[in-house]
């Protein structure tokens, strides 16, 4: 009897598991809620960071002006593409809602593209300016703007690559609860570097332009 009971109470054991087969749900509004701490968080960094560069930003040290250094066509130019990737990722958006995965796909490598090349013409931009001895070593206001214009292009450029991880999740996976909720995760990023930009572009290089 000892033995049957043994036999019965092991057949009753769960088998060890070793690994989660499908992904345990979250709660959306604690995700968001996260997420939008995070982005508070962010704010800071660049808070300090636009300090940093008001304090400075007439720190020449006998070296080249913003006037001498910008061009705001060029600049410009890359702004638009940043604006242009903020609207096509809210097609991708509208597309999501719709539940048309191929649809939302193609925005999204558009907005891709959109974030590439705003990246592209700030890595010109850097590489121009320290060819022409305008490295963030000459003067207190170059070290100020390439740490505040590079922290915003390192930002767009997590951004792209978290964006590319969400296409292939979405490729395999399909619009399921879980990728809707990372892809509203990063438009709040997308959107916020946005809203960042603008405040680079008018306080960095127009009003430096303009004095």
């Not at 609207?87 to 907005?111: H, Q």
Request: glycine content about 10%.
């Amino acid at each position: 009897m000892a033995n049957a009971s043994h036999a019965a109470l092991a057949g009753t054991e769960e088998e060890p598991r070793f690994y989660v087969a499908e992904e345990e749900g979250h709660a959306e509004g604690g995700t968001l809620l996260g997420f939008w701490i995070y982005l508070m968080s962010d704010c800071l960094i660049f808070a300090v960071l636009f300090a940093c560069y008001g304090v400075y930003g007439r720190s020449f040290a006998a070296g080249p002006t913003p006037a001498d250094l910008f061009d705001l066509r060029l600049i410009a130019f890359a702004t638009a593409m940043l604006l242009f990737s903020s609207i096509t990722y809210g097609f991708a958006m509208l597309e999501m809602e719709r539940k048309r995965k191929g649809a939302t796909l193609l925005w999204l490598a558009v907005t891709g593209l959109f974030g590439l090349a705003f990246l592209g013409v700030e890595l010109y931009e850097f590489n121009h300016l320290i060819h022409e001895g305008a490295g963030p070593q000459r003067s207190a206001f170059l070290s100020s703007f390439f740490a505040l214009v590079g922290t915003h292009g390192l930002h767009v450029t997590f951004g792209v690559i978290w964006l590319v991880v969400l296409m292939i999740q979405v490729a395999q996976r399909g619009l399921v609860a879980d990728n809707r909720r990372r892809l509203m995760c990063l438009s709040m990023f997308w959107h916020f570097l946005d809203v960042i930009w603008i405040g680079v572009f008018s306080y960095v290089y127009l009003l430096g332009v303009l004095q």
